[in-house]
């Protein structure tokens, strides 16, 4: 906009909204802002670099959230008149009844900025705070104007048609906009979800084909228990035949010494149960990743044609304040917080009054609870606010493994771990840290050699 068509657009501009009331402030992104007018319509006014663009707009505005201080001084606001400076494309919004003295648009190339000025020209607010020597639009300090200069004119400005550019290119030229950066933004943000269920769908993928060859260790361990000499100990390995394949095939069983042979036989079988049990989990989780994946392409194509901006900035609307921080508690003593995946809560005790505290202090009906079974250990509580049926896997295993490893259990051995929920266990009485489990499951954790 050259300084000719803006001094005509701000004339045109104070002819149609002197006197007007500001009833909304509409700013959905970063380079627009909206005045909703008591009339209905809307005054846009753009200051990308790229696109500077002002318009009076009949389309509804996407709300976005506009700061606090802008719905302080605008909403409500009175518009006394518009201007522009003499020889420079900029207009000057000037108010009342509100604190603020004008609103001060400068389409000004990579200058381009929106201002909120408050009395004796003291900016309050601005869109961009630039790293200029002389106008950098830092809040708080006096705004000055840029030197007066006269280009030539491009365009013959719209004398005699208000309408002509204001209702028009203008409005045009914002609405494009919008839809172009409402457009890019909502592609990013889908791409980042998608880049997210990419990164879980190869995780998944790494626990099937661990899954998998677990599943296949049901033969060997058949042919183990055929292979006789099942009270030996002692055997790093053995070579036995087995008769699942077709045709039958001799292979090498590793072993633990340290176990017999039917010890290690049942382990194997153990292995492949949670293999197949890790097989149909990962399955239903890749089909779930596979059908979220599949939407998002849909929504992709929706969105690169997408003529809405209410879809375009629906997000903008729900833009909440960071909450303040929290101060941070201290545990009670004896008491510790177990590390778990997924951003999950869970508390240990130390000894027997630490663990008589968690289970029936800190721990709430719908908590999940783990010990090591047959041995003196820690109760862990995982905390579970939303009221799951069942832990997610990952979880439930960092907790028992966490249990088992905090437990009487030697290194090597397989610990079976009691899972239950807060709401069944009882106290024994004159017994701190000892419990009745009402209702109970079992999960399996192999201990390392050496932990």
Same mark, same amino acid.
């Given at each position: 906009?050259?300084?000719?068509?803006?001094?005509?657009?701000?004339?045109?501009?104070?002819? +149609?909204?002197?006197?007007?009331?500001?009833?909304?402030?509409?700013?959905? $992104?970063?380079?627009?802002?909206?005045?909703?007018?008591?009339?209905?319509?809307?005054?846009?006014?753009?200051?990308?670099?790229?696109?500077?663009?002002?318009?009076?707009?009949?389309? =509804?505005?996407?709300?976005?959230?506009?700061?606090?201080?802008?719905? !302080?001084?605008?909403?409500?606001?009175?518009?006394?008149?518009? !201007?522009?400076?003499?020889?420079?494309?900029?207009?000057?919004? $000037?108010?009342?009844? !509100?604190? =603020?003295?004008?609103?001060?648009?400068?389409?000004?190339?990579? &200058?381009?900025?929106?201002?909120?000025?408050?009395?004796?020209?003291?900016?309050?607010?601005?869109?961009?705070?630039? #790293?200029?020597?002389?106008?950098?639009?830092?809040?708080?300090?006096?705004?000055?104007?840029?030197?007066?200069?006269?280009?030539?004119?491009?365009?013959?400005?719209?004398?005699?048609?208000?309408?002509?550019?204001?209702?028009?290119?203008?409005?045009?030229?914002?609405?494009?906009?919008?839809?172009?950066?409402?457009?890019?933004?909502?592609?990013?943000?889908?791409?980042?979800?998608?880049?997210?269920?990419?990164?879980?769908?190869?995780?998944?993928?790494?626990?099937?084909?661990?899954?998998?060859?677990?599943?296949?260790?049901?033969?060997?361990?058949?042919?183990?228990? =055929?292979?006789?000499?099942?009270?030996?100990?002692?055997?790093?390995?053995?070579?036995? !035949?087995?008769?699942?394949?077709?045709?039958?095939?001799?292979?090498?069983?590793?072993? $633990?010494?340290?176990?017999?042979?039917?010890?290690?036989?049942?382990?194997?079988?153990?292995?492949?149960?949670? #293999?197949?049990? +890790?097989?149909?989990?990962?399955?239903?989780?890749?089909?779930?990743?596979?059908?979220?994946?599949?939407?998002?392409?849909?929504?992709?194509?929706?969105?690169?044609?997408?003529? $809405?901006?209410?879809?375009?900035?629906?997000?903008?609307?729900?833009?909440?304040?960071?909450?303040?921080?929290?101060?941070?508690?201290?545990?009670?003593?004896?008491?510790?917080?177990?590390?778990?995946?997924?951003?999950?809560?869970?508390?240990?005790?130390?000894?027997?009054?630490?663990?008589? %505290?968690?289970?029936?202090?800190?721990?709430?009906?719908?908590?999940?609870?783990?010990?090591?079974?047959?041995? %003196?250990?820690?109760?862990?509580?995982?905390?579970?606010?939303?009221?799951?049926?069942?832990?997610?896997?990952?979880?439930?295993?960092?907790?028992?493994?966490?249990?088992?490893? %905090?437990?009487?259990?030697?290194?090597? &051995?397989?610990?079976?771990?009691?899972? &239950?929920?807060?709401?069944?266990?009882?106290?024994?009485?004159?017994?701190?840290?000892?419990?009745?489990?009402?209702?109970?499951?079992?999960?399996?954790?192999?201990?390392?050699?050496?932990?």
């Amino acid at each position: 906009m050259n300084p000719d068509l803006a001094e005509a657009v701000a004339r045109l501009l104070d002819e +149609r909204l002197r006197g007007l009331r500001i009833q909304h402030v509409r700013r959905p $992104d970063a380079w627009t802002l909206g005045l909703q007018l008591q009339d209905g319509a809307t005054l846009g006014l753009c200051w990308e670099p790229s696109r500077p663009a002002v318009g009076l707009c009949s389309w =509804a505005w996407p709300k976005g959230t506009p700061p606090d201080v802008l719905k !302080t001084h605008l909403a409500s606001a009175r518009i006394l008149g518009v !201007t522009s400076l003499p020889g420079e494309s900029l207009l000057k919004v $000037d108010l009342s009844g !509100t604190g =603020a003295a004008s609103l001060v648009w400068e389409p000004l190339g990579r &200058s381009g900025n929106c201002l909120l000025l408050g009395e004796e020209r003291r900016i309050l607010w601005a869109a961009r705070v630039l #790293g200029g020597e002389f106008r950098t639009g830092q809040p708080g300090s006096l705004w000055l104007p840029p030197p007066g200069r006269r280009e030539r004119a491009e365009e013959a400005p719209p004398v005699g048609d208000p309408g002509g550019y204001l209702k028009g290119r203008g409005p045009e030229e914002l609405r494009a906009g919008l839809l172009d950066r409402g457009r890019r933004a909502a592609l990013a943000a889908l791409f980042r979800r998608e880049k997210a269920l990419r990164r879980r769908r190869e995780a998944v993928l790494g626990d099937r084909n661990e899954g998998e060859a677990w599943a296949t260790l049901s033969g060997p361990a058949q042919a183990l228990l =055929a292979s006789g000499g099942l009270n030996r100990r002692g055997e790093s390995s053995r070579r036995v !035949t087995d008769y699942g394949c077709d045709p039958p095939q001799e292979v090498m069983v590793e072993m $633990d010494p340290a176990r017999t042979v039917l010890e290690n036989a049942q382990l194997l079988f153990k292995r492949a149960q949670k #293999g197949q049990a +890790r097989l149909r989990e990962t399955g239903r989780i890749l089909e779930l990743v596979e059908d979220n994946l599949r939407a998002l392409s849909a929504e992709r194509t929706e969105l690169e044609r997408c003529e $809405d901006l209410a879809r375009l900035f629906q997000g903008s609307e729900r833009v909440s304040p960071r909450p303040a921080p929290q101060r941070r508690r201290e545990l009670p003593p004896g008491v510790a917080a177990v590390p778990l995946p997924q951003e999950c809560t869970g508390y240990a005790g130390k000894n027997a009054q630490a663990n008589d %505290h968690v289970s029936f202090r800190m721990g709430r009906g719908s908590d999940f609870w783990f010990h090591a079974e047959d041995y %003196h250990g820690c109760h862990v509580v995982v905390k579970n606010p939303r009221r799951l049926e069942k832990l997610a896997h990952d979880v439930e295993q960092a907790a028992a493994r966490y249990a088992a490893e %905090h437990s009487g259990a030697k290194p090597g &051995s397989t610990v079976a771990v009691l899972v &239950s929920q807060c709401k069944h266990l009882r106290r024994v009485p004159g017994s701190p840290g000892l419990v009745m489990v009402g209702s109970a499951r079992r999960v399996f954790v192999d201990l390392p050699w050496g932990g």
